[in-house]
């Protein structure tokens, strides 16, 4: 993997070939080239502390010379993620929204995108609220139905923004589908892969350029650290978006790059772990007469689950289900005991979220209820306590 300037990294514990070919997505999770420091075999990247470095001979400049340029902690991150996603070049940013509005940053006044129409709030509030100030434009479509897509194309369209599952209600777009008519357009497309992770879901193989993470959910997994990732399919974005960063100071810190690694370490194990409970969950939910809705897509009766598990090889660990009421809603929040009542997802602990008041809060009720983000409805991100304990919770809760 080369830098944008041409540089080469440091030469790699195992070849990078056979790393990139024929170890599986496990392995790789602990074997990405970086796992044992060069210089003194230490078992965990150096966190390199600095914000700058000695040109020891000026014509001759290190690697890395200011950090928010590069630095080697943030760039073994980097090029981890990039590998999991199957990329060219990754970079890691101070929050998923500072990946996602440096990816908006490569579009300009005047120029068109086609969004996700249940996308994360936080994405809606920065192209309704923000980025619409400086001539972006969005039309927000239900990605499940292409014809849709492909209505909302505009002479000055250049892009598409994916989310799938979508967030909260769990839709499943065609990813490869969107990703070939995107390229028949010229449009560069984009993938939210928060919800999946690569564990689950790699995009940039089924032909989209740009992959972007909240890895404060899943890929972090410990509800610690706050940090967005984006990955590019060839070096060109990869160059656009490495200038990006670097231009608008939208970099993680050594500390979070390092924490971050810590957490991805064990995405597989945790992952495996989550998705057998939440489909337990779901069965049991779905199963119960008081539960107006379940949206989750491992279920037999979910519209996307083909899709799903086409382009994916799981479901992921969050159920969305609807109480039927807002009063209902909060009366069951009150009443658990395990999981936390917080915004977020993707941790070691259940989280219940409330997305009305909470992750979906900044998005006009008219505009939520048409969503089905209804005042019922329920976000449960399942982590790693025994299943059964956590459904007797739910139990108690709904009773209340
Ligand atoms: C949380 C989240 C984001 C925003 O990430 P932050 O790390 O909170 O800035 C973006 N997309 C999705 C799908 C998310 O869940």
Request: no cysteine; glycine share 8%; charged share 20%.
């Amino acid at each position: 993997m080369s830098h944008e300037d041409g540089k080469q990294v440091p030469d790699k514990q195992v070849s990078g070939e056979q790393k990139e070919k024929d170890l599986s997505f496990d392995t790789r999770l602990l074997h990405f080239g970086s796992e044992v420091d060069t210089a003194t075999g230490a078992s965990s990247v150096p966190l390199y502390q600095a914000s700058t470095f000695h040109h020891a001979d000026v014509f001759n400049p290190p690697l890395h010379d200011y950090s928010r340029s590069g630095n080697p902690t943030r760039q073994a991150l980097e090029d981890y993620i990039a590998l999991l996603e199957g990329g060219t070049n990754g970079y890691a940013f101070p929050s998923g929204m500072a990946a996602i509005s440096t990816a908006f940053m490569l579009f300009s006044a005047g120029d068109h995108l086609i969004v996700t129409e249940d996308v994360y709030g936080g994405t809606y509030r920065l192209l309704t609220g923000i980025l619409n100030r400086f001539g972006l434009e969005a039309s927000f479509v239900d990605m499940t139905k292409i014809e849709e897509v492909q209505a909302a194309l505009r002479p000055n369209t250049k892009g598409i923004y994916i989310e799938t599952p979508s967030n909260p209600t769990l839709k499943i777009t065609d990813i490869a589908a969107l990703a070939a008519w995107s390229k028949e357009h010229g449009l560069i497309s984009i993938v939210d892969n928060t919800f999946m992770t690569p564990y689950y879901q790699r995009p940039i193989e089924l032909g989209i350029d740009i992959v972007l993470h909240s890895a404060t959910k899943f890929l972090g997994g410990h509800s610690d650290v706050l940090a967005g990732l984006a990955v590019t399919a060839n070096e060109e974005l990869g160059r656009q978006v490495k200038y990006l960063q670097n231009g608008l100071g939208s970099v993680l810190g050594v500390q979070d790059s390092w924490l971050l690694m810590r957490g991805m370490k064990t995405l597989s194990a945790r992952m495996a772990h989550s998705e057998i409970s939440a489909r337990r969950l779901a069965e049991w939910l779905n199963n119960r007469e008081d539960i107006t809705a379940v949206y989750y897509p491992g279920l037999s009766d979910h519209p996307g689950r083909g899709i799903q598990e086409r382009q994916s090889s799981g479901y992921g660990a969050v159920v969305s289900f609807d109480v039927g009421s807002g009063d209902r809603a909060k009366r069951l929040l009150n009443a658990v005991k395990l999981p936390i009542v917080a915004v977020s997802l993707g941790a070691v602990e259940s989280i219940l979220s409330y997305p009305a008041m909470m992750s979906h809060a900044s998005m006009p009720p008219e505009v939520r209820l048409e969503r089905g983000i209804t005042d019922g409805l329920l976000r449960f991100s399942v982590g790693l306590e025994n299943i059964e304990d956590l459904i007797a919770d739910l139990e108690q809760a709904l009773e209340q």
